[in-house]
């Protein structure tokens, strides 16, 4: 792998055509520029606001059951005329309450187990959100590189074309009576030339994704570092399909969502059944009176009382709710069903995808090594006027290509390693890189 960092090195020496400035003058590391916008970018804050009210909303349902506390003042006069009496008073009264529920058959603990799985579920959609920002970024940040690697390489094998072709001119007209390989150089020329400007267009396109992503302005690609991937990462990445899918049905997201709708609605359900039965409430209630009855004098009233109601009317009123929450049930089940289907799908893929980026890059690595030593193969044969330049162009275009495929490859590996974590739920931003090490990608199991 240093052979092959030395041959880019070498190889990339033209940088003019991907400067553009950044107010940082700093190493932007693809750490550094995570942690930038981890906590303030709209999808992780909205993501935070969710699981803040599901939290407060399970302490709304908990309140079902404190104390309804309340007092109640009057305040007045009764002016009574009759023939054998006239009177004339004011009058206060005091009442104390305190009214507390006891039993509900059920409706609202399972309420507060719903509200706790909601709660739970918005921490994983938190999770869900700082992950896919975590691949977004990563991909935007690598991409942007491996984008200014390709050009950079298409700029390199254009000027080398140019001096090895002796051609600075591509047009030519109709019937000029060109040399064949006079033509063939000036194809390659204008084929090279073609390859610089697509390559050109998608960096552009790669600098605008990165300044979105990352909010920023501007960028200079000489900033950006490739990530090493961390040693953690590396050692929680599964050793076989059948170790990833067994830890997705474990611990992916979309799947433990999936099966607390399905407790949900078994909740729900419980609730709808909570509606057959009875309710048990309790009440205390003190009142001090001052002449509330026309005495002219005070007294006081105590009461206290429990309170069992039965819902006859709930035998007919309730069951089409019930039925319907019996329905969801049955369809929480179903989706459940379909979400380990889908979950053991993604986990195959997501490890088919790494395994293919390893031994890619491995092939890559190889593919580059061999490029080059063709390439000094030729550059030697032509000086000793053992082979003509078509040759070295030749062994040019397919460094030029082998080096464009060692960059796609060394990216896809890091990302691939980020997106089979995030299948199985233990991708963490703490991961993301290992920042001790300086060098370039560690493909190390």
């Known amino acids: 792998m240093t052979s092959i960092i030395s041959i880019l090195n070498k190889f990339f020496a033209i940088m003019a055509i991907v400067s553009f400035t950044l107010t940082n003058a700093s190493a932007d590391t693809l750490t550094n520029m995570v942690n930038q916008i981890?906590?303030?970018?709209?999808?992780?804050v909205n993501a935070k606001k969710e699981l803040e009210e599901a939290d407060r909303d399970i302490t709304d349902e908990l309140l079902a059951y404190a104390p309804d506390l309340s007092v109640k003042?009057?305040?007045?006069?009764?002016?009574?005329?009759?023939a054998?009496?006239?009177?004339?008073?004011?009058?206060d009264t005091w009442d104390f309450t305190w009214k507390q529920k006891i039993m509900d058959s059920g409706a609202t603990l399972n309420g507060i187990r719903n509200k706790q799985l909601e709660s739970e579920k918005s921490e994983?959609?938190?999770?869900?959100?700082?992950?896919?920002?975590?691949?977004?970024?990563?991909?935007?940040?690598?991409?942007?590189?491996?984008?200014?690697?390709?050009?950079?390489?298409?700029?390199?094998?254009?000027?080398?074309?140019?001096?090895t072709s002796g051609q600075e001119e591509i047009r030519v007209q109709v019937g000029s009576g060109l040399a064949s390989d006079v033509l063939k150089a000036k194809r390659q020329l204008a084929s090279a030339q073609k390859t610089v400007i697509t390559d050109e267009k998608s960096f552009k396109s790669a600098v605008f994704t990165f300044e979105k992503i990352f909010k920023v302005d501007a960028i200079e690609t000489a900033n950006l570092t490739k990530p090493r991937l961390s040693p953690d990462a590396l050692a929680l990445v599964p050793n076989s399909m059948e170790e990833t899918v067994e830890l997705a049905l474990t611990n992916n997201r979309d799947l433990m969502k999936s099966k607390m709708d399905v407790e949900i609605a078994r909740n729900d359900l419980n609730v709808a059944l909570a509606g057959f039965g009875p309710s048990v409430d309790a009440e205390l209630k003190y009142s001090d009176k001052q002449d509330a009855s026309h005495t002219g004098g005070n007294h006081n009233e105590e009461q206290a009382k429990v309170t069992v109601e039965f819902p006859l009317s709930g035998l007919y009123m309730e069951m089409p709710g019930y039925l319907n929450d019996r329905s969801a049930l049955d369809r929480a089940i179903n989706d459940l069903a379909v979400k380990e289907r889908d979950t053991v799908k993604i986990a195959?893929?997501?490890?088919?995808?790494?395994?293919?980026?390893?031994?890619?890059?491995?092939?890559?690595?190889?593919?580059?090594?061999?490029a080059q030593e063709l390439l000094a193969i030729a550059q030697k044969e032509r000086a000793a006027d053992q082979t003509d330049a078509a040759a070295v162009l030749s062994a040019e275009e397919t460094l030029e290509s082998s080096l464009k495929d060692l960059s796609d490859d060394s990216m896809s590996l890091v990302t691939t390693v980020y997106e089979i974590l995030d299948v199985i739920n233990l991708l963490d931003p703490s991961m993301i890189e290992n920042t001790k090490v300086e060098g370039t990608f560690n493909t190390s199991s």
Request: hydrophobic letters at 40%.
């Open 124 to 163: 994983l959609d938190f999770i869900t959100a700082r992950n896919d920002l975590l691949i977004e970024a990563a991909d935007a940040y690598l991409g942007l590189i491996k984008a200014g690697e390709k050009l950079e390489a298409s700029v390199a094998a254009e000027e080398n074309t140019r001096a």
């Open 38 to 44: 981890i906590d303030s970018h709209e999808d992780i």
């Open 348 to 370: 195959k893929e997501a490890w088919i995808e790494y395994s293919n980026a390893r031994t890619m890059l491995s092939y890559s690595e190889n593919e580059a090594t061999i």
């Open 73 to 82: 003042y009057e305040s007045g006069r009764n002016d009574k005329y009759a």
């Open 84 to 91: 054998s009496s006239t009177s004339q008073l004011n009058f």
